[in-house]
């Protein structure tokens, strides 16, 4: 008797452990709260207790003989960062080469000057400026006045949900020359990246420090390093948002040089493009010549009857040429490895 009632259980204490049971719990296992889950809709991104995703910020100025721009800029950029009310932030200014007082206003203006003992060019100067870097963001900004520090606070609204965010002339900002080519070079990017591109030359953005530091490396060292950063987290995958401000007029002489920076400009379009969408660049050719070879094997039936060498060369061109672009696409998707890691943010 006695031993019955010790294996038959009360009915209270019955009835309380069916309630854990049912609820997924056991006595004295309850499970500890886990960390909270980025709101949804917020992609590669953690919200943090203020909601805020740009917190701690580093401002890349490169700046070349810009002593009648630089202290008006500094002012204009100072009060923005402090109304902006960021947890950290720091503005670098990259001297490549001044030979006036650029470097000397700069650290009267309060920014930490990193100097090139010559100039090594405007896109080493911002590679330069993005090692430097401490802030989870970047922003890069010419040290020539046209880019007003007021349109960084749009800026860094779209950057809350985007990965990087270029402030867009919307085709203007220059000579009728420069514009036109300018056009022309967004056009071309749209088509390899597969995106509208309205302004693909501006060096006027907002980008993830992480993201800009691993793509560091295939940034030249001239003007259009600006193409390069946009083609390649475009074609990486990564969100770019472009964001429509006024630019404001220079003063002092552009270092840009229409024709040989232009020329550059095209070639790293076709370098960008070669190393994240090959099949844009080899798939039309293979197309093209396949096409011409055909036209002239009709062509050579209708007027000799027989099927010519040139024919076959063109034929056996087309599938070479689409036979590298599916083993270039290949290597692509390998490189991507190494650029597209989530860290988070």
């Given at each position: ?71 008006g ?30 470097p ?16 090594l ?25 046209q ?119 095209f ?18 050719a ?54 597209s ?5």
């Amino acid at each position: 008797m006695s031993a019955d009632l010790h294996l038959r259980p009360v009915a209270p204490q019955r009835e309380s452990l069916c309630a854990l049971m049912a609820v997924g719990e056991r006595p004295g296992l309850r499970p500890e709260p886990g960390p909270k889950r980025p709101a949804a809709g917020v992609v590669g991104a953690v919200v943090t207790p203020t909601g805020r995703r740009v917190k701690r910020l580093s401002v890349v100025v490169p700046a070349r003989n810009e002593a009648s721009n630089l202290a008006g800029l500094l002012a204009e950029l100072a009060q923005v960062l402090e109304q902006a009310a960021l947890e950290f932030h720091e503005v670098i200014v990259v001297d490549d080469g001044s030979t006036d007082a650029t470097p000397a206003i700069a650290m009267e203006c309060g920014a930490r000057v990193v100097r090139h003992a010559e100039s090594l060019g405007n896109g080493a100067a911002v590679k330069r400026g993005i090692r430097e870097a401490v802030g989870d963001w970047i922003v890069l900004l010419d040290g020539d006045g046209q880019h007003p520090p007021a349109a960084l606070r749009g800026l860094l609204e779209l950057a809350e949900r985007h990965d990087m965010v270029v402030g867009s002339r919307g085709g203007r900002g220059g000579s009728r020359h420069r514009n036109l080519a300018n056009r022309i070079y967004s056009r071309f990017a749209s088509y390899v990246s597969g995106r509208r591109i309205p302004d693909l030359t501006s060096g006027y953005r907002v980008v993830r420090a992480d993201v800009a530091k691993d793509l560091v490396w295939l940034l030249p060292n001239t003007f259009s390093y600006p193409t390069t950063i946009t083609m390649s987290m475009l074609r990486g995958g990564w969100s770019v948002a472009f964001a429509p401000f006024q630019v404001r007029e220079r003063r002092g002489k552009s270092h840009i040089r229409l024709f040989a920076d232009g020329s550059r400009f095209f070639l790293i379009i076709l370098r960008i493009a070669t190393m994240f969408a090959p099949l844009r660049v080899f798939l039309p050719a293979s197309l093209a010549l396949g096409a011409l070879g055909l036209a002239w094997y009709v062509y050579t039936l209708c007027t000799e009857g027989r099927f010519t060498n040139m024919a076959v060369l063109l034929f056996t061109q087309a599938g070479l040429l689409f036979a590298l672009g599916l083993i270039a696409e290949q290597i692509a998707a390998l490189r991507f490895q190494g650029l597209s890691r989530d860290h988070g943010r």
